[in-house]
């Protein structure tokens, strides 16, 4: 076991020492280990800590919490525990135990055992790497499968032949780390991928599952790149026959960040906006695949409404934004009734520059604007209510957006001429 002096916050230190007195002196083991582990040898330390402990984690947990005044979170059935520290952080605390699959893709059936069996049962190597905190061994570290000589040689390495088909979810945490990590799968591991890949695993795991992982490759900083690598290695149509990314979307990735960020500093709202990326995934769906691919990824509500309504789209609609002269409210009439994020997408993929240009005009006017006149004006000139109303307002405001009305008055006085006898 080697000892590594690595920068550790002084509170995170402190408590890791807590951590291995408490386990020792209820006569267990406890080790950090995985992600938080890898990040510290990367110089990146995490604020979640993952702790693995030989012997009985609930109880430990429960201890640990006394100890440090937190909430303790169980989950009895996986043996885990989440510990709660005031101005700390999240501690996820496990008993180590070995997982066996006894259907691919499925949840595995857990046993206890002792550290390197835990270790066995992880994804990567640079996942599966502990440092003892047991006091006389403290951030000595254990490393079965070689982790640390992968993490320096820039290796994604899988721990065994089965591991991809065993749970096909770990297809895309490989190429999640690859990216953030800018390391590259190990060629043994590649093929093992590939072998899942085609042997269709990936139609074993659930739609929750699936979505989650899409979900946490949007959020790293540089999706593009884990989408075009899934893409290359042909995972996406495997999810379902809708996915892939046609070459448009390819043109449109490395946009999207900066087209999240303009929508971001114009504050349009973006409820979705892990959706503005999933749109770079659709390949062309007709409304039939879009709700199908909705039901296979178990999305909600809003998103499925997005991927929906994103299928109904016409690709003309650039013709239509870009031609010579149009107006304002042409625009508008276009583009208003899309949810924000298919928008923000169009922008995207805008085919030339000048067009997200004009886009990024538009957009940027159209939410600084607010109609000049409502129904309460209308209401004031003696106007009846009813669907009229919303016939002038839609009209008032085409007319204000095309700038054949200066302010409020001219708007008021052109209603009134027109429509109050
Ligand atoms: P991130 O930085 O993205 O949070 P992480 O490595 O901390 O990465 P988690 O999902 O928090 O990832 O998982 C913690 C640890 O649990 C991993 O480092 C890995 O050892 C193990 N693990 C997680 N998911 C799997 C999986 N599908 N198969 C095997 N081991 C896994």
Redesign the pocket.
Known sequence: MRTFQFQIPPKTKSLLTKVGQLADERGEAAYA???FV?DLFLRRP?MDI?ITVEGDGLTFAEKLAKLTGSEVEAFTQFGTSIVVIPGFGKVDVATARTESYEKPGALPKVEKSGIVQDLY???FTI??MALSLTPGYFLKLLDPFGGLEDLKKGRVRALHEKSFID?P??IF?AVRFEQRFKTRIEEKTQKWLLEAVKGDYIQKVSGERLRNELR?IFQEPHPERAVLRLEELGVLPRIHPALGVPLEAKKALPQIDAAIGFFRRNQITLEEEKMVWFQALLSNPSVHEAESLSKRLMLSRPEQKIVTQCATVHPAIYGELSGEGVMVSRMYKLLCPLKSEIQCFLMAAAPTPVLRQKLAGYFSKIQKSKPWIRGRDLQAMGIAPGFRYSFILLEALNAQLDGKFKNRKETLEWVKKTFVA
């Open positions: 280990v995985g992600g890898r995490g993952d049962r992880r994804d996942n599966a749970d979810t770990r945490r946490l």
